[in-house]
Nanobody, 124 residues
Framework: QVQLVESGGGLVQAGGSLRLSCVAS????????MAWFRQAPGKERDFVAG????????YYGDSVKGRFTISRDNAKNAVYLQMNSLKPEDTSVYFC?????????????????WGQGTQVTVSS
C-alpha cells in the first residue's frame, strides 16, 4: 500500500502559478502510475494529468494542456503538478492518485490510492 499527502494549494490570482506536491509513503512508489485529479463543488472528479513509472510518458486532460506540467522524482517518492496561466475555472480541490495499471489510465475508478486533497482557488 501507499499513502499520499498533497501540499502546495492556496489562493492565487488569474494568470498566476502554483506548484502542487504529493509525497508517498513506502518503498514501492516507483511501481505506480501517478496522476492528479480535481473536483469542484457539486461536480464530478476530473482527470488532470498522469505520468508513468519512469516519467517517460505524460498525458493531460484537454482543459490543462499547455498550461500544466506533471513530473515525478522517484528518489523522493514525489509527484508534482506545475500549474501556470491559472484561470478561475481551475478552482478545485486537487487530488493525487496512484495505480498499478500500465498505459494511460485516466478514469477515477482505475486508481486505488488517493490523497486527502489540497484546495486551489483562482481569483479573477
Amino acid at each position: 500500500q501507499v499513502q499520499l499527502v498533497e501540499s502546495g494549494g492556496g489562493l492565487v490570482q488569474a494568470g498566476g502559478s502554483l506548484r502542487l506536491s504529493c509525497v508517498a509513503s513506502g518503498r514501492t512508489f516507483a511501481t505506480y502510475t501517478m496522476a492528479w485529479f480535481r473536483q469542484a463543488p457539486g461536480k464530478e472528479r476530473d482527470f488532470v494529468a498522469g505520468i508513468n513509472r519512469s516519467a517517460g510518458n505524460t498525458y493531460y486532460g484537454d482543459s490543462v494542456k499547455g498550461r500544466f506540467t506533471i513530473s515525478r522524482d522517484n528518489a523522493k517518492n514525489a509527484v508534482y503538478l506545475q500549474m501556470n496561466s491559472l484561470k478561475p475555472e481551475d478552482t478545485s480541490v486537487y487530488f493525487c492518485a496512484g495505480t498499478r495499471l500500465y498505459g494511460t489510465p485516466f478514469l477515477e475508478n482505475q486508481y486505488d490510492y488517493w490523497g486527502q486533497g489540497t484546495q486551489v482557488t483562482v481569483s479573477s
